[in-house]
């Protein structure tokens, strides 16, 4: 099955800095890329996602991009806010197949 | 439309027993998948049913089973439990193709 790669597993960044968090994923037929975040005591909830026939997408301060050939998609937040803390997820999936990367604890300080 | 419901919430079982979670998905969707979460491991894929059918299976042993009932509420079973199998169960519903997943908040079970 598909397996993906997340990296950091942590991220410390300074109110107003830009966090950048990494995956790559192995099954070049996945074709749907969703980021989800995860604040303490709560589910997942997805943020952002990219299908397989685009490359970048933006909304507000998160952008993803995904390069399909080296099989890799990364998580771009601007402007860094300490609501922002929390631990983020990426996945790919195949149609409702969808595995998750081990997650990244992102921690913003004032 | 109501959200992704689980119950229960939380549960205290001691090795060797066995136990069952349910989930019910989001009016409409037809997929539920179930997942595992315990700190430093992610979201740890389970299985994935649809239309009654599991289509989908992580690599999980077989005492973690699941079905899906003709309503789309899925219940899983896991059978003999350990001390390992202490975790957050998620489960998440989405429409019949590939999309959104909506996650429900989970059941916390302790394994004594």
């Known amino acids: 099955g598909e397996n993906v790669e997340q990296h950091p597993s942590t991220l410390s960044v300074q109110e107003g800095d830009s966090a950048v968090i990494k995956c790559t994923y192995s099954?070049?037929?996945?074709?749907?890329f969703p980021w989800y975040k995860q604040e303490l005591g709560k589910r997942p909830q997805l943020i952002i996602d990219?299908?397989?026939?685009?490359g970048e997408k933006k909304d507000q301060r998160i952008a993803v991009t995904l390069n399909k050939t080296a099989k890799h998609f990364s998580l771009h937040i601007t402007e860094t806010q300490p609501e922002d803390s929390a631990v983020y997820f990426c996945?790919?999936?195949?149609?409702?197949?969808?595995?998750f990367g081990a997650g990244t604890r992102l921690t913003v300080k004032p | 439309k109501a959200g992704v419901t689980q119950t229960p919430r939380y549960l205290i079982k001691t090795r060797g027993q066995q136990v069952t979670l349910s989930c019910s998905p989001i009016?409409?969707?037809?997929?539920v998948s179930w997942y595992q979460q315990t700190p430093g491991q992610g979201l740890q894929f389970l299985f994935e049913?649809?239309?009654?059918?599991?289509?989908n299976k992580g690599n999980f042993p077989g005492r973690f089973s699941g079905r899906q009932f003709s309503n789309s509420r899925s219940e899983m079973n896991v059978s003999t439990l350990e001390l390992g199998d202490s975790a957050l169960y998620l489960c998440?519903?989405?429409?019949?193709?590939?999309?959104?997943?909506?996650f429900g908040p989970g059941t916390r079970l302790t394994v004594t």
């Open positions: 009016s409409g969707h037809r997929s």
């Open positions: 990219i299908r397989s026939n685009v």
């Open positions: 998440a519903s989405t429409e019949a193709g590939a999309g959104e997943q909506y």
């Open positions: 996945a790919a999936s195949i149609m409702s197949d969808m595995r």
């Open positions: 049913y649809f239309s009654e059918t599991q289509r």
């Open positions: 099954d070049s037929a996945s074709n749907y």
